[in-house]
């Protein structure tokens, strides 16, 4: 499966990433496509370790019964709901927060195992570095596909 620790496969999803432009619109969902780069950088922030949320009711109910769904080999629906933490509704600059992601993705892939979060998921506790990387890709993977890339 797909991950960001692969070189191949973050590097793909960078590749992806130079295809958007700040008039790339969005197949579905809300967000524009600053927005979706900025919310995809607060995800890679927490899997780097940057920021350490408290873990939600609604993750400890339910993380658990869902976890193999979102790590697993099927794509994330769209319109899946998104924490409110993680939601992005003010305006963005797109090259701003596309350089910003860009340094994300590199620092988490080329950071490895060795240097991903020992902090728990928000939603889904506690982690394996490989499981953030497959979690990550498939994340990056939904949103630019969201955007047509």
Request: charged fraction near 30%; charge should be positive; proline fraction near 6%.
């Amino acid at each position: 499966m797909k991950n960001l620790f692969d070189r191949n496969d973050s590097q793909e999803i960078l590749n992806r990433i130079e295809k958007l432009t700040p008039e790339t619109q969005r197949l579905w969902g809300k967000m524009d496509v600053a927005q979706m780069l900025a919310h995809c950088s607060k995800l890679l922030r927490i899997a780097r370790g940057l920021e350490k949320p408290r873990r939600s009711v609604l993750g400890i109910l339910l993380g658990w019964m869902v976890k193999e769904t979102f790590f697993g080999a099927k794509p994330h629906p769209k319109n899946s709901p998104t924490d409110k933490t993680l939601i992005v509704a003010d305006q963005k600059i797109f090259e701003e927060e596309k350089r910003i992601l860009t340094e994300h993705i590199k620092a988490f892939s080329e950071g490895g195992p060795e240097r991903c979060t020992t902090h728990p998921n928000p939603f889904f506790g506690k982690l394996a570095p490989e499981e953030w990387a497959r979690g990550q890709y498939k994340h990056l993977d939904h949103h630019l596909q969201q955007f047509g890339v």
